[in-house]
């Protein structure tokens, strides 16, 4: 599940790889992956790569003569730069940018679903695109004051993933973020006094900040399907605290799992289990 670090990572790696090439051809495999008309994909043929960018949990892929690929792996897309062409019965393939060299960068998606999407926009234009225009300031590297940008009463853990409130964490860096300030997920956001606020500030932009550095250094093309994200705590439950030594705790959701620890967390109480809950009633 690629979030700020991961993504960031894949604009700086394929960006330096790939700047200057020229588009050959664009296809869209996906069903309803291109969610743009205009200007349509063969817009791009014989123009040039620029550059890789991110804002938040997008990519912006800019091409010569003021064009950008908007591009969302949502949670299980990828972007993956290839010495060769993918193949007609390639599943995974939703968005295939042709470039010169017989090089190409593709956008995959695993399993069944198909939500990964890209737009083809004016460069001028992404700003306004809405999944860009309502972003909120960015979580790395110096995200502003989180007494104000997190005043709302909304647990923590809700309020970090809002890419609207503050842009690039998700549901794994989230339980490293709250672990390493110390705070319960379900605490509310307009509940941090400053030196909480200031503590939660900090862990975000040190956390993600210390994956990209860990990925520098570890990580060159090609970028497995499967990231190695260091992560300490997430999805950890059972094991022993990094800090403390008692065991993580987990709270189960229909599709993802929240983990923390009770003695650092949350004052020593032991969190429901929503999944267990659901069975019991
Ligand atoms: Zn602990």
């Known amino acids: 599940m690629p979030e700020l670090p991961e993504i960031e990572i894949v604009a700086r790696r394929i960006g330096e790889a790939v700047r200057g090439a020229e588009f050959e051809s664009a296809l869209a495999p996906g069903v309803n992956t291109l969610r743009s008309f205009d200007p349509p994909l063969h817009a791009l043929d014989g123009r040039a790569l620029v550059g890789v960018r991110r804002r938040g949990k997008l990519l912006l892929v800019d091409v010569t003569g003021d064009l950008t690929v908007l591009v969302h792996l949502m949670s299980a897309g990828r972007l993956q730069l290839f010495h060769k062409r993918a193949g007609p019965r390639d599943r995974t393939s939703r968005l295939l940018l042709r470039l010169a060299g017989e090089r190409e960068l593709r956008l995959r998606e695993f399993g069944t679903r198909q939500s990964a999407w890209a737009k083809l926009l004016p460069t001028a ?5 809405e ?13 502003p004051p989180f007494d104000e940008l997190l005043a709302h009463p909304r647990p923590l853990h809700n309020l970090l993933r809002d890419q609207r409130v503050i842009a690039g964490v998700g549901r794994s860096w989230v339980d490293e973020i709250l672990h390493a300030a110390c705070l319960s997920p379900f605490k509310r956001g307009d509940d941090l006094d400053a030196d909480e606020a200031e503590a939660l500030r900090r862990a975000t932009a040190t956390a993600l900040g210390g994956a990209l550095d860990f990925y520098e250094r570890t ?9 190695p994200m260091p992560l300490a705590v997430h999805r950890r439950q059972g094991e022993p605290c990094p800090r403390c030594g008692t065991r993580l705790e ?21 969190l429901k289990d929503r999944r267990l809950s659901r069975l019991l009633k």
Do not use: N
């Not at 999944?131 to 995200?143: F, K, R, V």
């Open 125 to 129: 234009s992404v700003e306004e695109d």
């Open 131 to 143: 999944t860009i225009s309502t972003l909120g300031p960015e979580a790395w590297p110096d995200p």
């Open 219 to 227: 990580l060159t093309l090609p970028i497995p399907d499967k990231l």
């Open 250 to 270: 987990a709270v189960f959701y229909e599709d993802y799992v929240m983990t923390y620890c009770p003695v650092c967390q949350t004052e020593g109480r032991v």
